[in-house]
């Protein structure tokens, strides 16, 4: 039995349901409870679980990572909600230093099954703070698995796993696709959903490989419908941390070409990670250097710039063509 | 509701150091006042709702973009502050602020254009609503980030301290701010350092939807500075008179004593935490009771019933506050956007090896 959801509302049925399957999973956050989140993302759990399982915290982004670290040493399953992607930098010590750490410095004596909920991205007219993609600060440190959805179906699973994953997850939420509907089976068994850290052909294609995630896994497959010239794979990365190369790989060796797509700065983006292994692992496959397309390297600008900010169709599409031209 | 009762001794300024100087004992009295002064607080705070209604409606019909938070509610509290500050002290705010930079001396206009994006905005559109900077009337931001503030009014107090000035900092808050970590490590360092700062918390009861009860351990907001040994008042903040007394007392004991002080003014929120905001955690009760304490409207019936404001200065007050507003966003609707070459501008002060220099609508390989 499908049911049609939103990607908000799958993350909304994935965190009721993870909370219905295991009584030590808590949500935590600033107004995540009787408002429901700045998105509405925790919408009525507040009512349907209390106020003791989903709480309203200060405002003390340190603080509420510090204390879920706390509760998940003592074998809790804190989910914590962080309003907007700029609003996470006040509690960058507890995640870095401690969160991504206490497993290896403990000689894996102590598990740290929290999971940070990160609204991301641009492309509502909000403005700085409101609109960065952050993602690569945390896929740069060791010992964090952060992940990110492009649609419902993921976004219900995923957030599921992530919570049933006994290392720290950051979880990327794409937040101008909130809205984007589709259909999901919410009647399987959690086991049965396609692993967390595998990425996901989202289109295949024979000529070039398109990487992308989140927001941009949409512009990435209108691109590929819009290329009439060239059969475009559409790759949705899925796992940011660790990236699942097999899949991006298997598929350069079969095309010869890679574009990656994400809305963060080019410079030093996950694009330059994916571009360096490529490199190292399929140079004789490859026809073309790998291009990389994505937000300047400039803070987010103002609403009414943003649309020359941040990568478009054009944009991917001309990202695809230079590699046809080299 | 806790969360929206009028705090005891509201009305009339409290210590907790227990030492006055030169405040009185009794709430202000208009009829110690000029009416001039009077009259000029009034038309102070109706401008602020006045520009505020017209940001509302400005945005609601998408000429303004990015978040929006208003100081509807606010105005007495604004103009009592901005009162007691001197041209040369400086102002930090956070991301409610566009009463306070009118307040501290930025023209209307360069505000309303800077919060329709244009390039004639005091940040040249590039701060929008939360990042209005402007070294010339000394408001050093708009802070988008809450607490963001805080540590670098204490470093702005610290040079002053430094240089042996004679200015004072304003530093404003909200009521959500006293829980995060920079406030008690600002309020540490200025009491250690012995800072010329007034550190300002606006209370109106709320942090975005969460009420002040539910997230402070000491509600009495005034009172946490008394870890760093740092004398804390509350005023009520929807009275003008009250709010310049107390801050004027507060910032000329920073300036001559050389210390910080902890002022809380206890204010409504008239609308949601943003202009999208319905504010649905709140009852009707709270809504009417933010409603019937309309600073501006009490304000102006005292002056009223004092015989200061009549009909005809009423009328002469609002044309003059409509024309400013109009004016304003006149000025703003008919400035241009930045140009999408700018986009590269400001990332670094000075040139930078490899920078970008490619337009956005340019391919990602020169041919």
Known sequence: MTTKLTIGKAINEGLRRAMEDDPKVLVMGEDVGRLGGVFRVTDGLHKDFGADRVIDTPLAESGIIGTAIGLALRGYRPVCEIQFDGFFFPATNQTFTQLAKMHQRSGGRLRLPVVLRIPYGGGIGAVEHHSESPEAYFAHTAGLRVVTVANPEDAYWMVQQAIACDDPVVFFEPKRRYWDKADVDTTRSLTSAAPMGAARIARPGQDVTLVAYGPMVKTALQAAEADTDHSVEVIDLRSLSPIDYDTVCSSVRRTGRLVVAHEAPVSSGLGAEIAARVTEECFYHLEAPVVRVGGFDTPYPPSRLEEHYLPDLDRVLDGVDRTFAF | ?367
Request: hydrophobic share 35%.
């Open chain 2, 1 to 367: 509701m806790a969360d929206t009762a009028k705090p005891k001794g509201g009305g009339t300024a409290r210590s907790t150091g227990g030492r006055r100087r030169s405040r009185k004992d009794t709430a202000p009295n208009i009829a110690d006042e000029q009416p001039k002064t009077l009259l000029d607080y009034y038309r102070q705070m109706l401008l602020i709702r006045r520009f505020e209604e017209r940001t509302a409606q400005a945005y609601t019909q998408a000429r303004i973009g990015g978040y929006c938070h208003l100081n509807l509610g606010e105005e007495a509290t604004i103009v009592g502050l901005m009162t007691a500050l001197q041209e040369r002290d400086y102002l930090f705010t956070n991301y409610r602020e566009h009463g306070y930079a009118i307040g501290k001396g930025i023209s209307p206009r360069s505000v309303m254009a800077e919060l329709y994006g244009r390039s004639t905005g005091v940040s040249k559109g590039w701060g929008g609503s939360m990042h209005m900077f402007d070294t010339q009337t000394r408001m050093l931001g708009g802070y988008g980030i809450v607490g963001g503030q805080l540590p670098l009014a204490t470093g702005a107090a610290l040079a002053i301290s430094y240089r042996g000035g004679d200015e004072v900092v304003m530093c404003q808050m909200g009521d959500g701010t006293t829980n995060i970590g920079a406030f008690h490590e600002s309020l540490n360092i200025a009491a250690l350092w012995n800072l010329p700062i007034v550190f300002v918390v606006v209370n109106n009861f709320t942090g975005m939807g969460t009420t002040v009860e539910k997230s402070s351990a000491e509600p009495e907001l005034y009172k946490r500075g008394s870890s760093y040994r740092m004398e804390g008042v509350r005023v009520d903040g929807q009275d003008v008179l009250a709010v310049r007394d107390a801050a004027t007392d507060l910032v000329e004991r920073a300036r001559a004593e050389q210390k910080p002080f902890l002022l809380e003014a206890i204010s409504y929120r008239m609308k949601g935490h943003s202009v999208v905001d319905p504010a649905k955690y709140r009852t009707a009760e709270q809504a009417e009771e933010a409603k019937a304490n309309d600073p501006v409207l009490a304000f102006e019936r005292q002056l009223e019933e004092a015989g200061i404001l009549t009909e005809e200065i009423k009328q002469e007050i609002a044309d003059s506050v409509r024309d400013e507003v109009t004016d304003a966003a006149d000025f703003a609707e008919n400035s241009p956007h930045p140009e999408v070459s700018t986009l590269f501008d400001y990332t670094y002060a000075t040139p930078v090896p490899n920078e970008s220099r490619r337009m956005p609508a340019d391919p990602v390989f020169a041919e």
